[in-house]
């Protein structure tokens, strides 16, 4: 059975930091790219960021180009997510999804950022 | 603002048919055949029931069904029952500078 789990959010005050972890089990994670895509609370899905099976491809949504980092560890099948500069409008539950058609999703980890 | 436009809501009876439309530019929806389909309910994740245009995941229903036309996707859920009553929001792949965007979503009640 294919499952993602996210873990790391939290309370955070603007201008932190925080990293979000996903693990993935039952498919072999390093042959997927995978993304995470974010909810604020009674808002819409937003993509927010992309990386291949092998970490040589990032793609980034213009809102958190130069401050998320996407990364992965295919040794522990997991893929994260480094958030800095954090600002009210990042609040949100964050999910990462398999590539390409994202049909699997975790739970989402949510991330609160508030003084 | 969502880069997908899609009715705020929709309603039907139970039995009946609804369509939801979604609506994109010639860099989204107009240029690829990645058009997917989400149902979501409240506090759980979004769940995969239609890829590329108009493909059913194995497990999802042929209630649902989904097509595309132009700069304009569509899902359609025939035989409504209670247990669709959900979000449903659509995405595409895009050349935008936005590798993936989504639509604002769907609320359908089951009257």
């Known amino acids: 059975e294919v499952q993602l789990v996210e873990s790391g959010g939290g309370f955070v005050q603007p201008g932190g930091s925080l990293r979000l972890s996903c693990v993935a089990s039952?498919?072999?994670?390093?042959?997927?790219?995978m993304n995470w895509v974010r909810q604020a609370p009674g808002k819409g899905l937003e993509w927010v960021s992309y990386i291949s099976s092998t970490s040589t491809t990032m793609h980034y949504a213009d809102s958190v180009k130069g401050r998320f980092t996407i990364s992965r560890d295919n040794a522990k099948n997991s893929l994260y997510l480094q958030m800095s500069s954090l600002r009210a409008e990042d609040a949100a539950v964050y999910y990462c999804?398999?590539?390409?058609?994202?049909?699997?999703w975790g739970q989402g980890t949510l991330v609160t950022v508030s003084s | 603002q969502s880069a997908l436009t899609q009715p705020p809501s929709v309603s039907g009876s139970p039995g009946q048919s609804v369509t939801i439309s979604c609506t994109g530019t010639s860099s989204d929806i107009g240029s690829y055949n990645r058009v997917s389909w989400y149902q979501q309910s409240p506090g759980t994740a979004p769940k995969l029931m239609i890829y590329d245009v108009s493909n059913r995941p194995s497990g999802v229903p042929d209630r649902f069904s989904g097509s595309k036309s132009g700069n304009t996707a569509s899902l359609t859920i025939s035989g409504l029952q209670g247990e669709d009553e959900a979000d449903y929001y659509c995405s595409s792949y895009s050349h935008s500078g936005t590798l993936v965007v989504f639509g604002g979503g769907t609320k359908l009640t089951v009257l």
């Open positions: 039952g498919f072999t994670f390093s042959s997927y790219e």
């Open positions: 999804a398999r590539w390409p058609r994202m049909d699997y």
